[in-house]
C-alpha cells in the first residue's frame, strides 16, 4: 500500500496548494481534521494567555488541565488527518484491483471503505472534546481571547460537519447491511 508524504509538515501555504491540486489527497477528511486541529490550537492559546494571571489564578487547575488536552486533541487530530489520507490510497488501491479479482475486489473495497470511516469517526469525537474545553474555559480565561474560544467551537463545528461526509460518502461501497444500519443510527445523533 502507497503511504503518504506528511502533508501536515508543510508550511500553511503549501499545505493549502496541495489541498487545492488535481491530487485527491489530502481531501476532505484531512481538511475536516485540520479544521479541529486549530480549534484545538486557539484553546491552547486562550489557556496560554490565561496562564500564571492574577485574574484567574481560581482557575488555574482548569487551565492547566484545559492546556494539556488541547495540545493532546492537536495531536490526535493532525494524526486523524494522516490516517485519512493512508485510508484514502488504502480505497483507491482496492478499486485499482484487476476487475477479473470481483469478489475479493469487492471485499477489499468494502473493508478498505470500513477502514477509510475510522478516521473521520476519531475527528469528530476529537473535536466534540475540543467543544467541551472550550466551553468550559469561557468566564473561567482571558477574557480578551473570548473570540478565539468562540472561534475554536466554529473550527471544531467545521471538523465535524466536513468529517460526516466522509463517513456518509464511504458507507456508499458497502454492503454490509448490519454495519450501515450501526452506522446510521450513530449519524442520527448528529
Known amino acids: ?113 470500513k477502514n477509510a470511516i475510522i478516521p473521520p469517526e476519531n475527528t469528530i469525537k476529537n473535536c466534540e472534546e475540543i467543544i467541551k474545553l472550550a466551553k468550559n474555559l469561557f468566564g473561567k480565561s482571558n477574557k480578551n481571547a473570548s473570540s478565539d474560544l468562540n472561534c475554536a467551537q466554529v473550527l471544531a463545528e467545521a471538523g465535524i460537519k466536513s468529517a460526516l461526509e466522509n463517513v456518509k460518502i464511504n458507507l456508499n461501497f458497502i454492503g454490509d447491511e448490519n454495519y450501515i444500519k450501526q452506522k446510521n443510527l450513530w449519524l442520527e445523533n448528529f
Open 1 to 113: 500500500m502507497e503511504r503518504s508524504q506528511d502533508y501536515f509538515n508543510l508550511s500553511v501555504t503549501d499545505f493549502l496548494k496541495k489541498l487545492s491540486s488535481e491530487s485527491p489527497t489530502p481531501g476532505g477528511g484531512s481538511a475536516a481534521a485540520v479544521a479541529g486541529a486549530m480549534g484545538a490550537a486557539l484553546v491552547s492559546m486562550v489557556c496560554n494567555l490565561s496562564l500564571g494571571k492574577e485574574k484567574y489564578l481560581e482557575h488555574e487547575n482548569l487551565i492547566k488541565t484545559s492546556l494539556e488536552k488541547a495540545n493532546l486533541l492537536l495531536e490526535n487530530l493532525l494524526q486523524c488527518a494522516r490516517d485519512d489520507v493512508n485510508a484514502y490510497n488504502e480505497v483507491m488501491n482496492a478499486f485499482k484491483l484487476p476487475k477479473d479479482s470481483t469478489p475479493d475486489k469487492n471485499l477489499k473495497i468494502e473493508n478498505a471503505c
